[in-house]
């Protein structure tokens, strides 16, 4: 990671972190644990570096391949409906 933090929104700062990133593929859910990352102190924004990203990329080639066995994760699913 780079170690020059730069800003995000009006007053935060991008501080080197560990992030879980989740994404969804169809009825598929996988979540890459304690990712390095940059993360605003103020608002939460997260980024990842090109190389972060070319690896979470891959990662996820191989999951939903077949080629890579995850740990099970219990998830609940709700649809969001506002009530207003």
Do not use: Q
């Amino acid at each position: 990671m780079n170690s020059d933090a730069h800003y995000c929104c009006s007053a935060g700062r991008m501080r080197e972190g560990r992030h879980d990133f989740m994404a969804r593929a169809g009825d598929e859910i996988l979540v890459i644990k304690d990712v390095p990352a940059l993360i605003c102190d103020t608002c939460g924004e997260v980024e990842y570096t090109l190389d972060v990203s070319r690896e979470i990329d891959a990662i996820m080639k191989e999951f939903f391949a077949g080629r890579l066995l995850a740990k099970p994760l219990a998830a609940g699913e709700i649809v969001f409906k506002p009530r207003w």
